[in-house]
């Protein structure tokens, strides 16, 4: 055997490497999308806190009503989207895909389904504003309906991407599941 500082190994030019052993592509790829998951679970956790900070301070009215409007009523049921981003993080230790699956689904209703509801909720602000350029909340002399469109949209994008990671970690759990079983 070769050491740090000396020579190499009589009978060996380095390029004997094919036949040590590999990790398996499912347990490579179960990390990734782990470490994937867990990033859009950390930006999804950012937007949540904003729109809490958000609601906290229209509900306790720490700043003006023209600075801060009050929340739209898509942003209450919301705030339940932080369940299915705890039960993806508690599926990663054991690979659990009960907690995965459960996520998959709250997922659905917790997060996505506010947001659809959010969107349709602001669209006549929304129409209002671009047609005559007329807004009633305000966001720090922003338009809030332009800028809750912006988190809604930014939103939908980190739920979409996770729920897509989540269906190929879970293809991931059940291929290894299927090896297992067959041997």
């Known amino acids: 055997m070769a050491s740090r500082a000396g020579p190499r190994a009589a009978g060996t030019d380095g390029s004997d490497f ?11 790829m179960s990390v990734t999308l782990k ?14 806190l904003l729109l809490v900070a958000k609601m906290s301070v229209g509900h306790l009215r ?9 929340p739209y009523q ?17 599926s990663f230790p054991r690979n659990n895909i009960s907690y995965l699956v459960l996520s998959m689904i709250s997922m659905g209703l917790f997060s996505i389904a506010p947001l659809i509801y959010g969107s349709m909720e602001m ?16 966001l720090f002399g922003f338009s809030a309906v332009s800028v809750m469109y912006l988190v809604l949209v930014l939103a939908v994008q980190v739920h ?4 897509y990671y989540s269906k190929k ?13 067959r041997k």
Do not use: N
């Open 74 to 90: 898509w942003e209450y049921p919301y705030l339940l989207s932080i369940l299915p981003s705890l039960l993806g993080l508690l």
């Open 35 to 48: 470490y994937e998951i867990k990033k859009l679970i950390y930006i999804h956790l950012v937007i949540w």
């Open 160 to 163: 979409a991407w996770q729920l």
């Open 123 to 138: 669209f006549p602000a929304a129409q209002q504003l671009y047609r005559h350029g007329k807004a009633y909340r305000f």
């Open 62 to 70: 720490l700043l003006s009503h023209d600075q801060v409007a009050m």
């Open 18 to 28: 094919q036949h040590r052993e590999r990790v398996a592509m499912h347990y490579q």
């Open 169 to 181: 970690l879970l293809d991931s759990w059940f291929t290894s599941t299927q090896e297992k079983k």
